[in-house]
């Protein structure tokens, strides 16, 4: 059994606060948020604070669950890992790569301690079931990868959480944001990437200062290629899609389920995940499976689990796509 602290009763945390109280052998010790008005998002009887620090020296968690606005993750983990706490840290690790690095160094001079992050989607069942066909090598080389966003964001979305249409608290907008899993996925399951040509852009009429759209062509270390496309400018939220092209095989990915495609048309189900309920169908439904194996590697001592170290490339392929948008040139990965 540990105890489990949350710090950010935002939009996210109702995904996080299930995974603590869901499990028998996690238990919420406490949570946080400066808005008051969010203590009704806690079991009655939860003790709440409006300072994490106070928190965290008072109740004494094992682990803080950390759902913030990107520019906090950093600094609020090196806190309570100097205080001595294990951290759930939601996505992105950092803001640009100079960050990364830094919380990358972080956990690198914290052995004693525990960071998990939380690219949840590296453990949906159909993402799972593809990295094992990519590793077991009977398919031969992956030749390309092909990663589709098509989400939207209504005016609302920025307006009312206004950090999220910024740079500076943000860090960006639909790829940091949103299609940031998928991205990591294309990476995750296709291999290093060298080179990247992008094109990003902003095709809504918010006023927000954050890109929205996004396509990239990437060149793999392999050889292999690479086609991303992420915008939050859809008419509505539908399935990401994810393709992997092999030597023997071609695997794709919709609607939580992975098929292997024939050029005959055929499609075979190779694996299924669960939908999540209600209106965010189209997250992933893994943040429960992530939470417990953190929790389990709290328990054991285990090192299963996303490390920050295996959070960084992804910060390093969408900053490698900001400055080959600006500079409109194929660049080598950062
Ligand atoms: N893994 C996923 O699939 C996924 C999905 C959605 C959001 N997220 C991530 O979750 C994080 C939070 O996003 P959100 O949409 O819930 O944001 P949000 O703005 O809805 O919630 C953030 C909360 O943090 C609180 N807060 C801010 N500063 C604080 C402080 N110093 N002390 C205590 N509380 C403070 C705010 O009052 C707010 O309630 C982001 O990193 C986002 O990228 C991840």
Known sequence: MIRSAIIGLGDISFIHLDGILTDPENQLAAACDLDEGLRSRVPEGTPFYTDYRQMVQEIKPDVVHVCLPHYLHYPVTKELVEMGVDVFCEKPVALNVAQAEAFAALEAAHPERKICICLQNRMNETTEALKAIVDSGEYGAVVGVRGIVPWHRAKEYYSLKPWR?????????????????????????????????????????????????????????????????????????????????????VFHIEDNTLWRLYPDGRREVLAEAPRLEGIKFYYGASHSRLIQRFRKAVETGSDDYIHVRDAVMVIRLMETIFRSAKEDTLLDVL
């Open 165 to 249: 249409g910024t740079w500076e608290y943000a860090g960006g907008g639909s790829m940091i944001n949103q299609s940031l899993h998928t991205l990591d996925l294309m990476y995750y399951l296709g291999g290093p990437v060298r080179r990247i040509h992008a094109l990003v852009g902003q095709l809504n009429d918010y006023g927000v200062e954050v890109e929205g759209d996004v396509v990239a062509r990437m060149e793999y270390a392999s050889g292999a290629k690479g086609l991303f496309f992420a915008t939050n400018n859809n008419y509505t939220n539908e399935s990401v899609q994810l393709r992997v092209a092999m030597e023997k095989g």
